[in-house]
């Protein structure tokens, strides 16, 4: 009997905290989707996981900042080249994002435009 008692109590309290714990989601969500939260914590994850520096594109390519586009362009077509051979994506993706980094700050430094 003490059981079954104790059994209800168990399942009647679980009931209630996981409904508690719905709600307060729910409002969480509403929260978030009020003050635009939610929009600008998703565009902050594209926007940083496409976004590569400087020094980190070099360091992948192997050229220094005196190195003339052409020599870039070399060595990104040997090493996408070489991953593209052996099967590395994710190595290939690498040099791909660091010439598409260093493409835009030649392109900036073309136009005569400073870095931001």
């Given at each position: 009997?003490?059981?079954?008692?104790?059994?209800?109590?168990?399942?009647?309290?679980?009931?209630?905290?996981?409904?508690?714990?719905?709600?307060?989601?729910?409002?969480?969500?509403?929260?978030?989707?009020?003050?635009?939260?939610?929009?600008?914590?998703?565009?902050?994850?594209?926007?940083?996981?496409?976004?590569?520096?400087?020094?980190e594109a070099r360091q992948i390519l192997g050229v220094?900042?005196?190195?003339?586009?052409?020599?870039?362009?070399?060595?990104?077509?040997?090493?996408?080249g070489q991953n593209a051979k052996n099967g590395s994506?994710?190595?290939?993706?690498?040099?791909?994002?660091?010439?598409?980094?260093?493409?835009?700050?030649?392109?900036?430094?073309?136009?005569?435009t400073p870095d931001v």
């Amino acid at each position: 009997m003490a059981a079954r008692i104790l059994a209800n109590l168990i399942v009647m309290g679980s009931g209630i905290v996981g409904r508690a714990v719905l709600q307060a989601y729910r409002q969480a969500l509403a929260n978030a989707s009020k003050s635009g939260v939610a929009q600008e914590t998703v565009q902050n994850i594209r926007r940083a996981s496409k976004i590569m520096a400087e020094p980190e594109a070099r360091q992948i390519l192997g050229v220094t900042e005196h190195s003339s586009w052409e020599e870039i362009l070399k060595k990104y077509d040997s090493l996408f080249g070489q991953n593209a051979k052996n099967g590395s994506f994710y190595l290939q993706s690498k040099v791909h994002r660091a010439k598409e980094c260093l493409e835009s700050v030649y392109q900036k430094k073309a136009q005569g435009t400073p870095d931001v």
